[in-house]
């Protein structure tokens, strides 16, 4: 067995007060990733990692890219009938985290996903390269594939369309959050901890939870 019992790590690049945070959650996670996104030290701050319960009834973690926010909620795009579409049609509660060691910050974030409009995945598709169009429309996402030679071949042949069409099966989801935490490392594992809990009159509860 790998011993990792001594890796060890300081953490000293922030502080998160109650009295420095905003009513409203979204201010905060604004504040963060612009922060993350002009630090240089984060390669993708939009990288989050989303984990659904799979039909299989296992909770599954991946990591996709963070593609709009706002008070309404967190959008990404996938293949419906993926792994994890397949997932959230069944169980829309999902969880998505952001983490930039560089920062020390970690975001956690629960809420529902629903698939958004057709005409804003379209949108959202046609401003894709077309590299990453032909992709959607070739890749039977989580589906047993015979060889890498398989989708070069498939690509081969839609590479010939010019205007390449969204397959009805890809679009966006939208996470509506029901939870929002935020976390800064501290020094001697004394974690800075800020949860929002969204309450029925649709304002946030804000609370510091225990490292």
């Given amino acids: 067995m790998a011993d990792l019992s001594n890796y060890r790590k300081s953490y000293d690049k922030g502080e998160l007060h109650e009295n420095n945070t905003p009513d409203n959650p979204l201010g905060l996670f604004s504040e963060w990733f612009l922060n993350a996104e ?100 070739i890749s039977p996402q989580s589906q047993v594939i015979p060889s890498r030679e398989y989708l070069e071949e498939k690509l081969i042949e839609v590479e010939t369309i010019k205007n390449p069409v969204r397959p009805q099966h890809w679009g966006g989801y939208i996470v509506k959050p029901r939870e929002i935490e935020f976390w800064q490392g501290r020094a001697n594992r004394l974690h800075d901890r800020i949860r929002y809990t969204l309450q029925k009159s649709d304002t946030w509860l804000k609370e510091r939870l225990a490292p």
């Fill in 38 to 137: 002009q630090s240089g030290t984060v390669d993708e701050a939009n990288a989050m990692t989303v984990t659904a319960v799979s039909t299989d009834g296992y909770p599954r973690a991946r990591v996709v890219l963070l593609k709009g926010y706002s008070n309404e909620g967190f959008i990404f795009y996938t293949n419906y009938n993926s792994e994890k579409g397949k997932a959230i049609q069944i169980n829309n509660k999902v969880c998505l985290s952001f983490f930039w060691p560089a920062l020390q910050q970690q975001i956690i974030i629960k809420g529902n996903a629903i698939k958004i409009s057709e005409d804003r995945s379209e949108t959202y598709f046609n401003s894709r390269p077309a590299g990453s169009r032909y992709g959607a429309i």
